[in-house]
């Protein structure tokens, strides 16, 4: 009888040595293929995700909000987004594979894929306005420490991050592998990511490639979400939409004073002022947050002697609401970032736009936004204006 289990056991063990044998170097080189390819594929999958939420986010679930917001990561492992931190700020924990409608998502390590979102861009809570200048938190080191800089973002930063942590380095500790993504640590960010660096003046760094990390990433920013919202057959529809209600609202509040006015012409031209303080439209729960997003984006001038001061198609104006489409990237360069930019009317009104206003007339000027606008290296797109009579 224990012939045949010795024999057995023999058998065993000289398969297992001579498995090992041929466990080549080119074999291990495909299984690393494999869980590359994997991890790719996960990160890709997410990435794409987060596009469609931001590409749909006025949709049943939130039928009064504005497009282009990203969820905020899921903080307490139950694969869904919550309320993130303070207004403004950044937040990093998983991915929040449920809220995305995803598989709980594995890299080749079979580790789930954590997240970091910009203060700017996440949906809760929701910064002051978020439109096509609005500028991410994120600035990818590359393995010279050098900045990799994103297109179409000002300054070149990340709006989100999807990492794949990979195998535990020697220091990490990890619990056993999870029923499912997030269970028991959604918390432990230092076992997990090392990608992250030092924060400066709201900018956190993102190592993409040291010898301390074995992080594989993917990054998102805000020129793709609206890229791909430009996209869409019914973007300029929604940004007339909003444009005219701050018109009529401005209009029935009786043409209110600017912010920050300055004598242009026969105008008065400044900021569109507080829509919160003006009745009418302006207090339509379907427009509130797409005219405080959007509302920067415009100029607002008013008659200095409140007389029918301006000529236009439709016949004399006693003000004139423009909106100032994307900031150039050419020569002359609009920059749209620090507060004191935002109140430069030359940001965001083309040098003809100022001079039809100062001589009393905007006959040439287009009533209509059209997308797509142009690329991000060509001249902006023309200046709209509405005649507020």
């Avoid at 992080?215 to 973007?235: P, Q, V």
Wanted: net charge negative.
């Amino acid at each position: 009888m224990m012939l045949p289990i010795l024999i057995l056991l023999l058998s065993l063990g000289g398969l297992g040595w001579l498995l090992a044998r041929t466990d080549s170097g080119a074999d291990r080189a495909a299984r690393q293929l494999r869980r590359d390819a994997q991890t790719t594929r996960a990160l890709e999958t997410a990435r794409d995700a987060l596009l469609g939420f931001a590409a749909n986010y006025r949709n049943h679930e939130h039928p009064h909000a504005d497009f282009g917001y990203l969820p905020c990561p899921d903080l307490n492992g139950d694969g869904s987004s919550e309320t993130c931190g303070t207004k403004d700020q950044p937040s990093i924990g998983r991915l929040p594979y449920l809220t995305l409608n995803l598989p709980d998502l594995r890299d080749g390590a079979g580790e789930c894929l954590w997240y970091a979102v910009s203060g700017s861009f996440k949906n809760n809570p929701k910064a002051d306005a978020l439109n096509w200048d609005s500028v991410g938190q994120f600035r990818l080191l590359d393995r010279d420490g050098q900045p990799v800089v994103l297109a179409g973002d000002q300054l070149g930063l990340a709006a989100a991050i999807v990492f794949a942590p990979g195998p535990p380095l020697g220091h990490q500790q990890r619990g056993p592998g999870q029923g499912r993504c997030g269970d028991g640590q959604a918390a432990r960010l230092e076992d997990y990511v090392e990608a992250l660096g030092a924060t400066q003046d709201g900018i956190t760094e993102i190592r993409t490639d040291t010898a301390a990390s074995n992080d594989r990433l993917i990054s998102l920013s805000g020129g793709e979400i609206f890229a791909l919202l430009k996209r869409r057959t019914d973007y300029a529809q929604q940004l007339q939409s909003s444009l005219q209600a701050i018109a009529d609202c401005l209009e029935k509040g009786g043409l209110p004073s600017p912010a920050q006015a300055q004598p242009h012409g026969p105008l008065q031209l400044g900021s569109v002022p507080a829509l919160n303080k003006l009745n009418g439209p302006c207090t339509d729960v379907e427009r509130r947050d797409a005219s405080g997003n959007w509302s920067e984006m415009m100029r607002y001038g008013r008659c200095t002697d409140g007389s029918p001061c301006l000529a236009s198609p439709q016949g004399p104006c006693r003000g004139v609401l423009l909106f100032g489409g994307e900031r150039r990237s050419l020569a002359p360069v609009q920059r749209r970032i620090d507060p004191q930019d935002k109140q430069t009317t030359t940001e965001y009104l083309e040098a003809p736009t100022l001079a039809a206003l100062a001589a009393g007339q905007f006959h040439a000027l287009s009533r209509q936004i059209s997308l797509p606008f142009q690329a991000p290296t060509a001249a902006t797109s023309e200046d709209v204006a509405l005649c507020l009579p």
